[in-house]
């Protein structure tokens, strides 16, 4: 086991290479999760302010017909 | 059997495509990186000229190999991006480079860790360590002027033209260790040669190969839905999907 991590005296220089590429693949795909969640939540919020948008603005427009109905009367 | 390639140009289409493929790409790199370490560390025998420190091979070659491919690959997409005003190859393009460039940064970082055992030197400004840290450059150039550009069709385009003027960096690192005397050592493997080394050891890097490959694909279809969903943020289609994921 020892001679295992020690490799022939190159440990430094094998470990030095095989833990950081192991550190920059995995921290690229974790990154990427990252920035897909926030950005579904993003969009997510902004197409829940688009739905209150057109909400309202049907609202006003069933408002505004109702007042013009009430004048007319 | 005829596949109608057009309708997978289409982000909205190829959209959950990449999202279906990607487990099964991901699935395979972890397996064949199981197998590759476990041949790369247990099995293949030490060599006579550089006892273990050679084991830096089966990461150093399939990430520099990767950093290669993926800057010809990114430069294919670029161009197709720029001939054909296809905005799903321009955002391949664009996925691509930061693998790309991940790559070149553990090739060099392994290639370091390589020299200083081998040749007592960490870096030396021999042709293809630099041609290969020009190539760094290249994509930190590509990615940079992708993100100083606000409107996405010029960012492409001007993009493009930066990642195929570059491609001819790509040769140059390939064939530096023939064209001129370096203190690199030749290619690993070559076409017009007979293996130079263990079968096992041999088999082991192709191994490493594949899984690398697998990983890239894996991480730029990822990737390129992230884009898509970005640049495809105020069509309907996205915002009725994250509507499904919120509910």
Partial sequence: MQDFFAMGGYGFYVWGSMIV????????????????????????????????RSQRRQQQMDNSTKVSHETQT | MSINWFKYSSPVSFYPLAGRLMPWFTGVTLILMAIGLYLGFFVAPTDYQQGEAYRIMFVHVPAAWMSMFIYLVMAAYAGLGLAFNTR??????????????????????????????????????????????????????????????????????????LALVGAVN??????????????????????????????????????????FWTYTIAVVLQRVRCEILERERHSDWVIALTQEKQA
């Fill in chain 1, 21 to 52: 590429t192991a550190v920059l693949m995995l921290l690229e795909p974790l990154l990427l999760r990252r920035r897909r969640q926030q950005l579904l939540r993003r969009i997510g919020r902004s197409g829940d302010r688009a739905r209150m």
């Fill in chain 2, 88 to 161: 799903l190859s321009s955002m391949m393009a664009k996925a691509l480079a930061p693998t790309g460039a991940m790559f070149t940064v553990v090739a060099l970082w392994t290639g370091a860790l390589w020299g200083k055992p081998m040749w007592g030197a960490w870096w030396v400004w021999d042709a293809r360590l630099t041609s290969e840290l020009i190539l760094l450059f290249l994509y930190l150039g590509f990615m940079s002027l992708q993100a100083a550009i606000d409107d996405p069709r010029r960012a492409a385009r001007a993009g493009a033209v």
């Fill in chain 2, 170 to 211: 790509v040769p140059i690192i390939y064939f530096s260790v023939k064209w001129w005397n370096t203190l690199h050592q030749g290619a690993s493997i070559s076409f017009d040669k007979a293996p130079s080394m263990a079968t096992t050891m041999l088999v082991t890097l192709l191994i490493m190969s594949v899984a």
